[in-house]
């Protein structure tokens, strides 16, 4: 996902806060009344505000490559892969390129109807887009908040890491935000799910392809 701004808390917060909670439910409450323009999305990451364009062609035809495949290989009827949808978390709102959930989730959705709660969330994949601050979101500040969310799986497919990489984290450690397994490999070398309902599917060539996420 491509950062189109990254919103301070002083820019989006009505009043000065007074602690940590006030300022998750200011910031949660500027991200509901937000309006992005057509093309754009916002997100909360680690307490501030990013708006977001949609991703390049590139970046757009792994993420469905991708879906497709887990389509295919998911049990039927039980779980599915969702994109363009909000998993929120504690006053934390984000739009993967693609996450894994029950098929029907709807006892799952938010009270406010804004999203799925991450607990129903058993995969989560980001597609890297190019710029430090969108490299640095997924590489580093989203890693740390799925793993506090308790993700069990998170894939990072990346373009921009030694001529393309995908990443298989696996084990969070919520009270550390850490994810204790780790599995990168080059583009061209299979990766492979190590749990949850998408165990055993295989990131290869046919969903990075030669090229990158763009």
């Known amino acids: 996902m491509t950062a189109l701004a990254h919103e301070t808390l002083e820019a989006v917060m009505p009043e000065v806060a007074t602690s940590p909670s006030d300022q998750d439910e200011a ?4 991200w509901k009344a937000m ?8 997100e909360i990451v680690e307490g501030f505000i990013e708006v977001s364009p949609t991703g390049r062609y590139s970046h757009g035809r792994i993420a469905n490559r991708l879906r497709r495949a887990l389509d295919a ?4 009827g039980e779980f599915a ?15 993967p390129d693609l996450f894994i959930s029950l098929d029907d989730a709807e006892e799952h959705v938010t009270e406010d109807g804004l999203g799925i709660d991450a607990t129903a969330v058993q995969l989560i994949v980001e597609v890297v887009s190019p710029g430090h601050d969108n490299i640095t979101r997924d590489r580093t500040r989203k890693r740390r908040e799925y793993a506090r969310a308790g993700i069990a799986v998170y894939v990072l497919i990346d373009d921009y890491d030694a001529g393309g990489t995908v990443t ?3 084990a969070p450690d919520p009270g550390s935000a850490v994810y204790q397994d780790e599995v990168r490999a080059s ?12 165990k055993g ?4 060539s046919d969903i990075t392809g030669p090229g990158g996420a763009g």
Not at 73 to 76: A, E, Q, S, T, V
Not at 187 to 198: D, E, F, L, N, Q
Not at 201 to 204: P, Q
């Open 27 to 30: 910031v949660w409450q500027s």
């Open 35 to 42: 309006d992005p323009p057509e093309g754009y999305h916002a």
């Open 73 to 76: 290989f998911l049990p039927r």
């Open 81 to 95: 892969a969702y994109q363009d949808m909000n998993v929120v978390h504690h006053r934390k709102a984000w739009i």
């Open 168 to 170: 298989v984290l696996s």
């Open 187 to 198: 583009y061209g070398t299979g990766v492979t799910v190590p749990s949850g309902p998408a």
């Open 201 to 204: 599917f295989t990131i290869g």
